[in-house]
Each structure stands twice: as C-alpha cells, then as structure tokens.
C-alpha cells in the first residue's frame, strides 16, 4: 500500500506545469456613433395658385391671407442625439416685378416647424435671419411645416409669380 | 524619398476629411413656398351713375329750339387700379338719341354729340367724340389712351363736354339718351 502512494506523487508534479501556463488575452473592441441629423425627404413645394382676394369687393386685388395660412408640407428626417436642435429660417414670398404707389409684391407669414412634438417657428418679418432652436432630442419621423399669419404692407398684390422658402436646419449636438 | 512624399501627402489628406464629417453633421430641408397673383384690373363704381342733362336746348332767343351751351360733366370712377404694367383705358362714346327712332323732318336733328375724356391714368388722356348724324346713325365712337408702365391705383376722372347738334339742327322733342362706356385693360400689342 506504501508503494502506491509514492508511485502517484511523480503523477501530480506531472499536472503541474500545464495549469500555470494558460493565460487570458483582451482584445478591447471600441466604437462610436456621431452625433448627427439626416432629412431623408428634404424638399418639398406649397403651390398657391392666387394670393389676392378675388372679385371686385372692397378687398379685391389685396392680400387673402387665407389663401397662405395653413397650408403645409411634411418633411422626413431623424436625429440621434437627445440634445439635437431644430431651426426655421423662413423667406418671405415675393415678385420681382417692379412696384408702384399703392402695391406691394411681398407677402410675409410665419412657418412652424414641428417635429417630435416640438416647435420651431420663424417669421420672415424683417431681416432674413433663422427663428430660435428648439430642442427637439433624438426622433425619426415626420418634420410638419406649417405657414400662419400671412400678411403685407398696405396696398395691394403687384399680378405675377411669388416665391419664398422654408429651410427647416436638424442639428445635433457636437 | 519619393515613397516619403507619397505617404506624407496621404496622411495629411485623410485628417482634415474625417475633421469635417465630425464638425458639420447639421442637414436642411426645404419648403419652397410659391404663389401667383393673376393679372387684374378693376373700375370703381361710377359716380354719379347717371349724368341728367336737363333740358337740352334754348327756350328763348336766336337759338330757340337748338342745343343750349351745356356745361361739362364730370364722373368718377375711384380707386380704379390695375396689377400690372401696361394697362390702358378705353372709352366708347355713344351719342345721345332721341328716344323716337323715326327720321326727323329736314332741320331737325334726334342726336346731341359729346367729347367723353378719360383722364388721371396714363400720361395722356383717352378721349372721343362722337359724330352720330341727324337722323341718329354712326352714334358710336371709340378711344383709347396711352399704356401705363406700370401697376396703378388711382381716381379715373371722366368729362363729358362740347356738346353739340349735326348741322346745328333744330332737336326734336322726347327724351334722350346716350351711354359712355370706360374700359380698363390690358394695352393693345401692336402688330
């Protein structure tokens, strides 16, 4: 019985030299995603087929601000970061055909933006510059432009073809 | 060396492409915004409407029975404009007739002519005058005024003045009427 033991000593000192060498190697695997914003439908067109009150009425020939306010256009677009931000820049319409005492041939209004239930707004009032950034966080979906508060100086619309813009800006946070 | 140049060259484009992906990630999307005005004119409401004349001729004196020297008369047509350049105004006058169509008896005249002037437009006026004869044919004339270069917004005034009788004929008895009709439209292109 003696003898057994001893035999199975020189065993043990043989599975010892296996177990120390193993040994765990890392490879560390890193990534990253900017912070972005991508209009995937970016343009769009509101058609106003006459701006002037019709008839021979008391306004005829000036302005029918229902003819701009409400009327819409939906773009598409995401942003994947919380803190991105959205602005309107709104340009007013107008005609390049020459004016004269009693016309105008601009038409202001307001454009909202609304995109994940947040608002960006714009006047095209006064100088072109861009409305205030909202925050409007991480979304994807439908960018809703809505234009209001149509309105001109006093007189009435010059006849000929109009144009103005909406540029809708996602920004995220860098 | 050559190696070195390329390598060098390479590196020096690959950062500023990956700077600028990272430094303008924000997007735009538009809404072109178009309207049109159609081109328009409109007259303002004539005022007055009717222009009454009264009795026309002489009661008394050499002239007895032939036209009296009628004044001007004046209408307005306010706040009458045009959205466009080159508009003009046309008038079409008609003389005033005797209500009875029939011929009248040698001497006799059944038509008083006019000069109808539409002014306050264009640079110059637009005018006619009648030349209806005494039996009452040829009533209707026509004038048309300079085009105006561009849209316009203002009172148009309309005179009806130098009233006259063919040959200065005696008028026959009734009631007369005649009619001016102002246009305001677009300028005739010439051909």
Known sequence: MRKLLLIAAPLALLASPVLAQSSTGNVIVNGAVASRCLFTTNSKTITITELAQTGTGAGAGSLDAATVNGRNETLVGWCNSSASTMTVTATPLTNVASVATGFVNRVDYTATANANSVNATDTSVGALAAGTPANVGLFTGNVLVTLSAASTAAGLLVAGAYAGNVAVTLAPAI | ?191
Request: charged share 5%; aromatic share 4%.
């Open chain 2, 1 to 191: 060396m050559k190696k070195l140049l390329g390598l060098s060259a390479l590196v020096l484009v690959v950062f500023p492409a990956a700077a600028m992906a990272q430094a303008n990630p924000s997007n735009t999307g538009n809404v072109a915004v178009n309207g049109r005005v159609a081109p328009v004119c409109i007259l303002g409401g004539p005022n007055p409407a009717l222009v009454d004349l009264g009795v026309m001729i002489a009661i008394t004196g050499t002239r007895a029975g032939r036209i009296a020297v009628l004044p001007a008369q004046s209408v307005s047509l306010p706040a009458s404009f045009c959205n466009f350049a080159g508009s003009q105004v046309t008038v079409t006058a008609n003389a005033l007739l005797a209500a009875n169509a029939g011929a009248p008896p040698a001497g006799f005249a059944r038509a008083v002519n006019y000069t109808a002037t539409a002014a306050g437009w264009a640079a110059g006026n637009a005018a006619t005058t009648t030349a209806a004869t005494a039996n009452g044919s040829s009533a209707s004339s026509t004038g048309s005024g300079p085009s105006h270069p561009l849209p316009k917004l203002a009172d148009i005034g309309v005179t009806l003045s130098s009233f006259s009788v063919p040959g200065d004929n005696l008028l026959v008895t009734g009631n007369y009427s005649g009619t001016v009709t102002v246009t305001l439209g677009p300028a005739a292109v010439a051909n």
